[in-house]
């Protein structure tokens, strides 16, 4: 396939961008949306029922790919937050802690199992609602929702095992705070474990995407758990904090940005509320020379556009070793121009819509700031859709370590690519930030693979793959990334006391 270059004047603007004959073009796979039923307004679900919220508001989700409306959903005040946490209070004492183990058990598999009777439903509504490709939400989203059930539904009843010679009692009233960028997956993540080890639950999604936490509030509700153990109420960041600040609340489990992280920090210091804190992250991807380059490639693609880079492990900064720096480049420049960006729901999209309008204004400043710093910007030539929020892959070559692109969450399809000579000059490169939250090394050597991994502040570090995840396999951070683990046996403890 032949590559053609614009000739636009260097010295006009440092931005190049690429045009590629694409010999074929895809008919369009859109999914149906006939498929998802979407009621026109949610109330809160609390106590297992649905209640309206005390203050009669109610506030619209879009869709992003085309701004309409989907749906419009109830605002929690914090009389609506009391309510819940009272009835998360009382479904705790008088029902779910005193329930034996195997019985709490059966309730997390059928609801695991109701995930996947509705997975298609929940795919659907999980695109509509945030924008990301069908693709991802069918194929990663949902069924790892599922599995995160299944799997803490298998602990339930050993716990003895899990923590031998302890003994793991709950901690209580767990309020639990998800991002937008994952709704239903960070759902499981939270109430899984939490009622697995006999806790209850108030749980809040964010306000861009709420469907799919109150389709779970349905699955639940079917599934005849207890009223009470699991309540999911929406609202804005005030909901949140209410849930924060509540007095009867004993653990916070958050996902969610730094900033809003160190808020949290500061509203529980003092308490003895106990608190995982998920933030953000800025993946290093660091490519060795005898790396299979095809396949750190397509890893990198994967690591950071996949999914509008919405993602707080995703790797967007790329440390490439000087000696194959210039055929990663191109390489990626070619791959990039062969992304398909539009509707989510088109099975083959790779990039759908940005989540809201406020997420691609930050991108289009970190873009531009980018340009302003001096990086050389590329970006691919494909057509965006007239309406919606969408980005066109972007990477940035020409990027010095101290750049802002590198140094700050971008949290959109933006790269940027920096290069190294050795081990210890890109070990320190890919330490010097402050967050650490993964990283991708991708070599051929095993050694290499073992000293990067020990060397490297990151909580999760992938070699020769990208964003892979499992249910048994713990994901969390360091520094201001956050504190605590989610996933397997470390996000059990997570929710328990051992005495
Ligand atoms: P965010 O603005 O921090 O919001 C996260 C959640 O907190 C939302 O439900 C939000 O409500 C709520 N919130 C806002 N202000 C609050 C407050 N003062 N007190 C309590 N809750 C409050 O983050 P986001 O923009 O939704 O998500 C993107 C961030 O999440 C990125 O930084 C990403 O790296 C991080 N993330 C981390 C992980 C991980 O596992 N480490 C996973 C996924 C995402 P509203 O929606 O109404 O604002
Ligand atoms: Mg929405």
Redo the contacts with the bound molecule.
């Keep these: 396939m032949a590559v053609k270059t614009n000739k636009a004047s260097p010295k006009k603007t440092n931005t190049i961008k690429l045009k590629f004959d694409t010999s074929w073009s895809y008919a369009p796979a859109p999914e149906s949306k006939s498929a998802a039923t979407i009621n026109k307004q949610y109330d809160l679900f609390i106590n297992g029922e649905w209640v309206k919220p005390a203050g009669g508001k109610y506030f619209d989700t879009i869709n992003p790919a085309n701004e309409e409306q989907l749906s419009e959903v109830a605002e929690a005040n914090v009389a609506d937050v009391d309510k819940s946490v009272k009835a998360a209070r009382t479904a705790y004492e008088k029902v779910w802690k005193k329930m034996p183990a195997k019985e709490r058990a059966k309730y997390v598999f059928r609801i695991s199992r109701m995930i996947q009777e509705k997975a298609r439903e929940l795919a659907i509504i999980e695109s509509l609602d945030g924008g990301k490709p069908i693709r991802e939400s069918r194929d990663f989203d949902v069924p790892t929702a599922a599995n995160h059930f299944f799997y803490y539904a298998g602990w339930a009843d050993k716990l003895e095992y899990a923590f031998p010679n302890r003994v793991a009692e709950p901690l209580g009233v767990a309020g639990q ?6 709704p239903l997956l ?1 759902a499981a ?1 939270k109430i899984a474990p939490a009622i697995a080890t006999g806790n209850t639950v108030v749980l ?6 709420p469907l799919t936490a109150l389709k779970l509030a349905e699955i639940i509700q079917e599934s005849d758990l207890p009223p009470g153990v699991v309540n999911i109420i929406t ?7 209410a ?2 600040n509540h007095p009867d609340v004993n653990k916070i489990a ?8 160190k ?2 920090q500061r ?1 529980i210091a003092g308490t003895n509320k106990k608190a995982t ?5 800025k993946a290093a991807n660091i490519i060795f020379e005898d790396a299979p380059l095809d396949q750190a490639v397509e890893g990198v693609i994967n690591g950071i556009y996949f999914n509008q880079g ?4 995703a790797g967007s900064r790329l440390y490439v070793q000087e000696s194959v720096a210039k055929q990663v480049i191109r390489k990626l420049r070619d791959r990039i121009e062969s992304l398909i960006v539009g509707d989510p729901l088109d099975k083959n999209t790779d990039i759908g819509a940005i989540n809201s309008k406020q ?1 691609l204004e930050t991108i289009h400043k970190y873009i531009k700031i980018g340009k302003q710093e001096g990086a050389e910007l590329y970006e691919s030539s494909c057509k965006l859709p007239g309406k919606g929020f969408f980005c066109r892959p972007t990477l940035f070559t020409n990027v010095a370590q101290s750049n802002r692109i590198a140094q700050d ?1 971008i ?1 959109g399809p933006v790269l940027a690519i920096l290069t190294f000579r050795t081990d210890d000059e890109v070990i320190e490169k890919a330490n010097n930030t402050p967050y650490g ?1 993964s990283a991708g090394v991708w070599t051929d050597k095993g050694s290499k693979i073992f000293n990067m991994t020990k060397r490297m502040r990151a909580g999760v570090i992938w070699a020769n793959t990208f964003n892979k995840f499992d249910p048994s396999s713990p ?3 360091y520094k201001e ?2 504190f605590g683990r ?1 996933g397997g046996l470390h996000g059990l403890s997570a929710y328990v006391n051992t005495v």
Excluded at 204 to 209: D, F, G, L, V
Excluded at 235 to 241: I, L, Q, V
Excluded at 310 to 313: A, E, I
């Design positions: 705070i998800i991002p937008w960028n994952f960070m993540w809040k999604p964010a306000e861009t995407t609202g804005a960041g005030a909901t949140g904090a849930i924060v958050f996902t969610g940005s730094t900033d809003v992280g808020i949290i509203a804190l998920e933030l953000g992250g919405h993602v707080c492990c997420q969450e949290f939250l994901f969390g951070g990334s956050g989610e």
